[in-house]
């Protein structure tokens, strides 16, 4: 059994900032890439960030230079730090993780409950 539990979302003013966590516990073996998505109303789930366990980084244009993505290996968890939001940003942001549990030989996606984040004034 494998959680992912997000915390920090919430309502910001434009030009504001947020900082995501997203932390991975139960019988996992290791992990290997690590990434937060969101999804605003009427739209599809994008990719916002991706983190390879090596450290590896790769952004959505929308949000290259203003969000950071960032992960603790030794406590199973992924940060996303988030500046500058706009309106646009508006969205339930969740975080995946790539990885194999104990005992298993099988890599599996797993997906966090997401956690709300509202930019407006």
């Known amino acids: 059994q494998v959680q992912l539990v997000e915390s920090g979302g919430g309502l910001v003013q434009p030009g504001g900032s947020l900082r995501l966590s997203c932390a991975a516990s139960?019988?996992?073996?290791?992990?290997?890439?690590m990434g937060w998505y969101r999804q605003a109303p009427g739209k599809q789930r994008e990719l916002v960030a991706g983190?390879?366990?090596?450290?590896?980084?790769n952004y959505a244009a929308s949000v290259k230079g203003r969000f950071t993505i960032s992960r603790d290996n030794a406590k199973n968890t992924v940060y996303l730090q988030m500046n500058s939001l706009e309106p646009e940003d508006t969205a339930v942001y969740y975080c995946?993780?790539?990885?194999?549990?104990?005992?298993?030989?099988?890599?599996?996606?797993?997906w966090g409950q997401g956690t709300q984040v509202t930019v407006s004034s």
């Open positions: 995946n993780a790539e990885l194999i549990t104990s005992g298993s030989y099988s890599m599996v996606t797993y």
């Open positions: 983190i390879t366990r090596g450290g590896s980084t």
């Open positions: 139960g019988s996992i073996f290791s992990i290997y890439a």
